[in-house]
């Protein structure tokens, strides 16, 4: 920690592994500053107060995610296999049985601030729309086949595979996971 972004860094990082963990109201700075080496005053520098940590929590999320999808926009032009790297990255915290930033946030909705909330909303939003920009396309172009409204299936696809997470980790069996999302794919061609 050699300055003070690497040390805000340090503590989203570790903010982010307890929300997936035990959920947004399941820790404090205590817990932060325990499993960092740094005193719960150095993260009120930072984020001072849970709120403004949510806030950067989602941000952070959220340009990740943008960044993401671009990544996988660029890399092909196969909307099904857009579909799949989507469904990949919902797959990524189902192997040590947590499950997405943004599912463990939904959980704890009532008690997050409303800059959260609608940070967390247009998270959702974003991805709502990358989803049924890449089915409608998929669609047109004859890569997938599908019954109905783009927005309502992406709706469900984003439901799913939140849910799959969700049972995964109830189970502690990743493959319910991967059954559900490959039973979604087939579902599209």
């Known amino acids: 920690m050699t300055n003070n972004k690497n040390t805000a860094e340090l503590i989203l990082d570790t ?23 740094i005193r719960t005053a150095s993260i009120h520098y930072h984020f001072p107060n849970k709120e403004d940590l949510g806030e950067a929590l989602i941000a952070r999320y959220h340009r990740e995610f943008l960044a993401e999808i671009a990544r996988i926009d660029a890399e092909s032009s196969n909307n099904l296999r857009k579909l799949r790297s989507y469904v990949a990255i919902f797959g990524i915290p189902v192997d040590t049985y947590c499950t997405c930033l943004s599912v463990m946030l939904s959980s704890d909705l009532a008690t997050l601030s409303e800059q959260v909330r609608e940070k967390l909303a247009a998270f959702f939003t974003s991805n709502l729309a990358w989803v049924e920009r890449v089915l409608e396309e998929g669609r047109r172009e004859g890569h997938l086949r599908f019954e109905g409204a783009a927005n309502v299936r992406a709706h469900q696809i984003l439901a799913s595979l939140q849910g799959a997470q969700l049972l ?22």
């Open 15 to 37: 903010a982010q592994a307890l929300v997936q963990e035990v959920g947004f109201n399941g820790f404090s700075y205590a817990h932060i500053a325990s499993k960092i080496g």
């Open 168 to 189: 995964a980790r109830s189970f502690r069996d990743a493959n319910r996971f991967s059954m559900i999302a490959e039973s979604l794919l087939s579902a599209l061609t």
